[in-house]
């Protein structure tokens, strides 16, 4: 440390040996010993090891496990005070919904781990190193800060360094930076920024040709790669909006059930009940409250969700993403590979003039380019750069050359370089060794030995042709003098150029994407591109895809369009109003922008989506909502920060989960309905027990047969509906619009709610009554009188849900119009609620357990009478309604 | 204001230096103290020449040194033994260079002199030792008052030409309960009010700062966590340094594992410095 006026890159390769405390030798034992002692090793391994029991248990600390046991230990203390009631199965039961909701909590954060495994993998176990003055290989982990290391060809870097020494040294940052071309790097002094640097190598990367030697500046957790690994795994994940929903509705839900319990348990103690009977009906009336069933079956309802998006290509990696990707409101997407097929091929070879080459020009164009290419070649195959391997392939199939001779016959080759924008290399020609020079038309333009008028005219020329969407790449080059043929002096060799001609590549568009981005545009979501092409490229892919229209671009093309530069010098606030006026293409990017973008449209109370392929794009996959990985083209790293992969890496298939996503919430709230409407006739027994002197028509068992047995499968049959079409013609839905909306308690518990309980509570009196029962008479709890009337109460129960779990199929339709035989699970909702009625009543190993008693026929068939009552009522009601819809939409 | 650096010779302490040597440089005074705590009456021969390092480091720089090496019973003490302007004088120091589970800050003595109300203390830690304690852009989360700012506005003083872009942030927090529940109308007038607040904020530091080559960015969240969302602008703005005020409530109770603080020094994607002006 000498200085401290610059960072790393800024220092002179002198002076880095000072700054670091280090020495061409490198460092002495003791040093190493201190420093590791000091920083620790050189991994990406957490402080702390995964504490798989803190963490499981932690997980029975949330506030809906903590409910579900305390209401287990309650029965279980029931149970022991009074043996017969069977609380302890209700215990049991709600132990093993409590264990289940933790246990899946617990996994989804163990797999969160499991990505730190994953980035593991792209550290080296050994290097090269200096040490007390002479090379030694030693392990990745033993290096520290002030190490020199060596770096060759096919070596994986292990730590950031400052390099002092180096001989055509390139390497691949695709780890780092997502940008699969390869850069030169050397050693001399940059002021660009540190992750710009070309005289530093970054841990994780490749060394892909040349060799070099570097001072160690930053291991493990403090490399850049380290960071993204610590960002990816520190990042805590948005709350979805179901789980706020969710909190929210159970919160609300247990307050209402716990505050009715006390003021009864308090009423019961002034009444002078006994503890005991006081006691069971506080806990009646919570069960009675809380819809036990109603959090598993969401939890299975997004299973089932999951499984039919996996179906469709989207696997979904965290459940609440199911829900949350019906809610998105934007979707930030990457065009190649995503929106495109990624199949780079060649559609036009030109000539100067803009004129097509003649067959004969095109092969001998095409084949010069080749000497400017990096082709490998396995089993026969070219592969590499895209861009070459199109040429190869066209070559191959067009005109049957041999393109590996071709190749073979390579005198000098200059791989691509990402800020020179071109390749060259000398191969042998007709006259002589000829050199090639292949690359963006701006690159080449300076090396052409014409005046500026012929350039201008090739300027519009190469405009016409970059227009239309397609890569335009030149080709140019001239024969050596055999003084020069042994010339590997760049520079020297580009100039005077001729130029052979233009290559126009198409990436063509996924067949399905057109379709799907209008379904978009129908259901209100914002499509933003996100590309590290040149802007008129994606402005042309995003007219043809139908992200922007013709209107968009005709006159205003700069308005949808902002390149990486300039959102690089952009504040928040003038992002965010880019955004609100339109703007959706961001050009020239680099993947790290990707989360300027998603924290621009949070800022506005977006739901965002984005997708993401790269190491570098796991802190905004994390960060965004919803984060859509490739799982084809993805790296491990994309795909475990994400929410959901996409299995085809298809724009098309996001479209799909959103419509998914859509239905299960549509779903959702569905059966949310459905099972607070029992929970009405639940609750009035307790309360009217309370108030007057009338027996208990449904003992807690009774309830729970309800909410954990006959309801879940109704409740199932509602989260497995279909998609409507109407799905996707509705914008998303609003923010804060919750499950447990004011509409929602109204219709369950006053009037489906009250339907249910008034002609159950009639049926239990009827049969009281006709029994012999008078107002204010006491009944014993295994009188068969009283079995019969709690029988047919419950039975009743059963039964109208049938006419509540039709009705709640169509929002204003019957439900029937959708066709019963459609969901088949519908059908056994029904058979069960069905054949459970009739058990209750007749069959004795169900009425012994459930402590009910049969009625007369005729009362069954009475019951039987509420299925229509409210299936019609709740009709009429829906009627009413969309008249009022129709006319405020008028 | 004055710069007394707490050097412990470790290497850690040699990447806080060189935000030590760069405050020093902008201070009216131009010396750095350097203060290293010894358990005998001599100093190691290493931490002598480390010590020796940091002076060269000075004295290219036109900086003049003053070593003070003293036996106390903990740094703290030996820190504040060596203040003779504890008003006027910055005291820099570093945090653990790995959080164990202690934490970062919780119980060093860079806690216990914030905790020491008349002191000027800055705690560094470095996740980035490359950028060599030159920061471009920084981040300057604040909790809504603009003279709160005052300690950070003197610290971005002193780390001067360096900056290049300061950008204050606001999360307007509210709870998980209410998060949940707020309509897109709310979320609106709660971020309008959050955009005003931090607007005056950003306008009142540009006037403290009074330098026109610093661009100064703002930017306003609602949040049921705010970490978490300063370390989300951290990494999408590629903040290098982020100045956050320890708050008294935390230095008072100590530090927990999932105190604000804790969590943003073990998360920060980049190098933070956690400051507590006197007074």
Request: aromatic letters at 6%; charged letters at 20%.
């Given at each position: ?230 960002l990816?795994?520190q990042l805590t994940r948005t709350t979805?909006?179901?789980?706020y ?327 928040e ?22 989360m300027?973008?998603v924290v621009a449209?949070q800022r506005?109370n ?13 802190p905004?996959?994390k960060a ?267 | ?103 970062y800050l ?32 920084i981040l300057l989360p604040v909790a809504g008052r603009p003279?709160g700012i005052?300690?950070g ?14 950008r204050v942030f606001h999360a307007l927090t509210v709870s998980a309960n209410r998060y949940c529940?707020l309509?897109?109308?709310?979320m609106?007038?709660l971020r309008l009010q959050g955009d005003s607040l931090v607007t005056?904020v950003g ?14 960015d703002t930017s306003a969240r609602v949040s049921e966590d705010w970490v978490r969302e300063v370390i989300i602008d951290a990494c999408a703005y590629?903040s290098?340094l982020i100045i956050v005020e320890a708050m008294g409530s935390s230095l008072?109770?100590?530090f927990r594992r999932n105190d604000p603080i804790e969590r943003l020094l073990n998360q920060t994607p980049c190098?933070i410095a956690i400051h507590?002006?006197?007074?």
């Open positions: 440390m000498v200085d401290a006026r610059g960072q790393i890159q800024e220092t002179s390769a002198e002076d880095v040996f000072s700054r670091l405390q280090s020495s061409a030798g490198g460092l002495s034992d003791e040093d190493v010993t201190e420093r590791r002692r000091q920083v620790g090793k050189n991994t990406i391994e957490a402080d702390r090891a995964f504490d798989w029991p803190q963490r499981l248990l932690y997980q029975f600390t949330q506030f809906f496990t903590l409910l579900l046991l305390v209401s287990a230990v309650i029965c279980f203390v029931a149970d022991h005070l009074q043996p017969d009631e069977g609380m302890n199965v209700l215990g049991w039961a709600l132990i093993a919904v409590a264990c289940l909701n933790a246990l899946f909590s617990f996994v989804q954060e163990y797999r969160a781990e499991r990505a730190m495994e994953e980035l593991r993998k792209f550290l080296p176990h050994t290097v090269t190193v200096m040490r007390n003055g002479t090379s030694a290989t030693i392990e990745a982990v033993d290096l520290v800060p002030g190490d020199v290391i060596e770096v060759r060809e096919g070596d994986r870097i292990p730590a950031d360094a400052r390099l002092f020494e180096c001989a055509s040294l390139m390497v691949n940052n695709a780890p780092l930076t997502g940008e699969a071309l390869s850069i030169d790097l050397n050693a001399d002094a940059t002021d660009a920024e540190l992750v710009d640097a070309r005289n530093l190598v970054f841990a994780g990367c490749i060394v892909v040709r040349g060799h070099g030697r570097a001072v160690v500046f930053a291991t493990g957790v403090r490399s850049q790669f380290g960071r993204i690994a610590e990816s795994r979805s909006p179901l789980e929903e969710t909190r929210h509705m159970v919160r609300v839900l247990t307050l209402i059930a716990v505050t009715m319990g006390a003021v009864f348990f308090a009423y019961g103690l002034l009444a002078e009940r006994s503890l005991w009977v006081n006691l069971v009906f506080m806990m009646g009336i919570i069960v009675a409250n809380v819809p036990e069933g109603l959090l598993p079956t969401f939890t299975l309802s997004l299973a089932m969700g999951s499984l039919r998006m996996a179906k469709r290509q989207v696997l979904v990696k965290s459940l609440n993403a199911v829900e949350t990707l019906g809610a998105l409101h934007v979707i930030c997407t990457d065009k190649t590979g995503t929106l495109t097929k990624n199949t780079l091929s060649i559609t036009e070879t030109v000539c100067a003039d803009g004129e097509n080459l003649t067959d004969a020009d095109a092969q001998a164009m095409l084949v010069h380019a080749l000497a400017a290419c990096d082709l490998a070649f396995e089993k026969g195959r070219p592969s590499g750069d895209p861009l070459d391997v199109a040429i190869a392939d066209h070559l191959t199939l067009q005109a049957d050359v041999d393109v590996a001779a071709v190749v073979q016959d390579i005198a000098e080759s200059f791989p691509f370089d990402l800020q020179l924008r071109r390749s060259a290399g000398i191969a042998p020609g007709a006259e002589g060794p000829c050199f090639v020079v292949k690359g963006a038309w701006e690159a080449l333009r300076p090396m052409l030995g014409l005046n500026e008028p012929e350039l201008s005219r090739i300027d519009d020329v190469v405009g016409r042709l970059a227009g239309s969407g397609r890569r335009v790449i030149a080709v140019a080059g001239r024969n050596l003098a055999p003084s020069e043929a042994a010339q590997t002096d760049r520079e020297a060799l580009e100039r005077g150029l001729t130029l052979h001609g233009f290559i126009c590549l198409e990436d063509p568009l996924r067949d399905e994407v057109v379709d799907a981005v209008s379904r978009c545009r129908a259901a209100g979501i914002g499509i933003v591109m996100i590309t590290g092409d040149h802007p008129e490229t994606a402005v042309a892919i995003a007219k043809r895809a139908g992200i922007i229209t013709d209107d968009e671009t005709g006159t205003q093309s700069k308005k949808t369009t902002i390149t990486g530069s300039e959102l690089a010098e952009m504040r606030d003038e992002i965010v109003e880019a955004l609100q006026k339109g703007i959706n293409i961001f050009a020239r990017t680099t993947p790290e922008q990707k300027k973008i449209f506005i977006n739901v965002v989506g984005v997708t993401g392929d790269g190491v570098n794009d796991a905004a996959l965004a909502d919803v984060g859509i990985a490739m799982g084809q083209s993805g790296t491990d790293v994309a795909r475990e920060a994400a929410h959901v992969v996409l299995l085809d890496d298809n724009f098309a298939s996001i479209v799909n989960g959103i419509e998914e996503g859509r239905a299960i919430h549509a779903n959702i709230r569905k059966f949310t309905n459905y099972v607070l409407v029992s929970n009405g006739p639940e609750i009035i027994p307790y309360i009217a027990f309370m108030l007057f002197p009338v027996p208990l028509a449904l003992n807690v068992i009774q309830i729970l047969s309800i909410d954990l047995g006959t309801d879940i499968v109704p409740s199932i049959a509602l989260g497995q509906e279909r998609p409507t079409p109407e799905v996707m013609k509705e914008p998303p839905r609003a923010m804060g619009e919750g499950l447990l909306t004011r509409a929602v308690i109204l219709h369950s518990y006053g009037f489906l709610g009250l339907i249910e309980a008034a002609v159950s509570m009639g049926l239990f009196f009827w049969v009281l009554v006709d029994g012999g029962w008078t107002w204010g008479g006491d009944i014993a709890a295994n009188d068969p009188l009283y079995q019969s009337a709690t029988g047919i109460a419950l039975a009743s129960i059963l039964l109208m849900q049938i006419g509540n779990l039709i009705g709640r199929r169509s929002r204003f339709g019957s439900g029937l119009d959708r066709g019963l035989f459609e969901n088949r699970l519908i059908i056994l909702g029904i058979v069960l609620q069905i054949v459970f009625s009739w058990a209750v009543l007749y069959a004795p190993p169900v009425s012994s357990v459930l402590a009910t008693g049969p009625v007369d026929l005729h009362v069954y068939a009475a019951a039987w009478l509420g299925v229509p009552l409210i299936f019609g009522l709740d009709y009429t009601r829906k009627l009413i309604a969309r008249s009022w819809s129709d006319k405020r939409q008028a | 204001m004055k710069v007394l650096f707490a050097y412990d010779g470790s290497i850690n302490g040699d990447w806080v230096a060189r935000y030590a040597i760069h405050l020093a440089s902008n201070s009216k005074q131009r010396v750095l103290t350097i203060v290293s705590v010894i358990e005998k009456e001599f100093a190691s021969e290493a931490l002598v020449e480390k010590i020796d390092r940091i002076q060269t480091a000075c004295h290219d720089r036109g900086i003049a040194t003053d070593v003070r090496l003293i036996q106390a019973v903990s740094v703290a003490e030996g820190v504040i033994r060596a203040l003779d302007d504890p008003g006027g004088t910055l005291i820099v120091c570093s945090v653990r260079t790995r959080g164990d589970a202690r934490g919780f119980g060093t003595a860079a806690f216990q002199l914030m905790r020491n109300a008349a002191l000027n203390t800055v705690a560094f830690r470095i996740v980035q030792p490359g950028l060599l304690g030159n920061p471009h852009n003279l005052s300690g506005v003197n610290l971005l003083h002193q780390l001067g030409t360096s900056v290049r872009h300061c529940r309509t897109a109308r709310e609106k007038q005056a306008r009142h530091l540009a006037q403290q700062l009074d330098n026109p080559d610093i661009l100064v590629k290098d008072r109770r100590g190098d507590r002006q006197s007074g």
